[in-house]
T-cell receptor
Framework: DAKTTQPPSMDCAEGRAANLPCNHS???????VYWYRQIHSQGPQYIIH???NNETNEMASLIITEDRKSSTLILPHATLRDTAVYYC??????????????FGKGTKLSVKP | NAGVMQNPRHLVRRRGQEARLRCSPM?????VYWYRQLPEEGLKFMVY????????ESGMPKERFSAEFPKEGPSILRIQQVVRGDSAAYFC?????????????????FGPGTRLTVL
């Protein structure tokens, strides 16, 4: 079972920031927070991951609370093409035999014009 | 730099036939994962392979399903004697050699999937 809890759906206006929350209250010290998204019928796309510090890349920012029990993925300027199901996943870093991803139901983000 | 390649993209089989799904990982990646997505459901892990080795097959059905990742060539997911319940999208992902500190380099990159339809 997934170790994360996400709202089933969210709406966002085009051009505005999309803030997607994720609760992972049972996260272990060696577990990272990963975010993927799946645009309809396509393969999942890696977005970002982090351990305890906030992270930013060309796609998004990841804010992790100090106690690491929750995080927020931020898409700074959402476009219609960001409409997708967003998955928050916790897993040990370094892959290996624990490397498989456990997908929950995710959050279906709808970006509206 | 080509991404993860999967073929065929669509595969139709009749009940009892065999399905062979192929996955070519990204260049330089030696880890391959297979996932299955049933209609209207989330992705489920099936099997994790490195070159010539199955590392974790805990998510793969015990019967009719097998996977390999030979020294040369793509990874193959093979489903024998397909049934209608095997109809799904099958995704392959690959990752590079694991890193030990920040987990960098082990992100999984997914292919476009193979959509299997069993008639």
């Amino acid at each position: 079972d997934a170790k994360t809890t996400q709202p089933p759906s969210m709406d966002c206006a085009e051009g505005r920031a999309a803030n997607l929350p994720c609760n992972h209250s049972t996260i272990s010290g060696n577990e990272y927070v990963y975010w993927y998204r799946q645009i309809h019928s396509q393969g999942p796309q890696y977005i970002i991951h982090g351990l305890k510090n906030n992270e930013t890349n060309e796609m998004a920012s990841l804010i992790i609370t100090e106690d690491r029990k929750s995080s927020t993925l931020i898409l700074p300027h959402a476009t219609l093409r960001d409409t997708a199901v967003y998955y928050c996943i916790v897993r040990p870093g370094g892959g290996g035999s624990q490397g498989n991803l456990i997908f929950g139901k995710g959050t279906k983000l709808s970006v509206k014009p | 730099n080509a991404g993860v390649m999967q073929n065929p993209r669509h595969l139709v089989r009749r009940r009892g036939q065999e399905a062979r799904l192929r996955c070519s990982p990204m260049k330089g990646h030696s880890h391959v994962y297979w996932y299955r997505q049933l209609p209207e459901e989330g992705l489920k892990f099936m099997v994790y392979l490195q070159k010539e080795n199955i590392i974790d097959e805990s998510g793969m059905p015990k019967e009719r399903f097998s996977a390999e990742f030979p020294k040369e060539g793509p990874s193959i997911l093979r489903i024998q004697q397909v049934v209608r319940g095997d109809s799904a999208a099958y995704f392959c992902a690959s990752s590079a050699q694991i890193a030990l500190s920040r987990g960098l380099g082990d992100e999984q990159f997914f292919g476009p999937g193979t959509r299997l339809t069993v008639l």
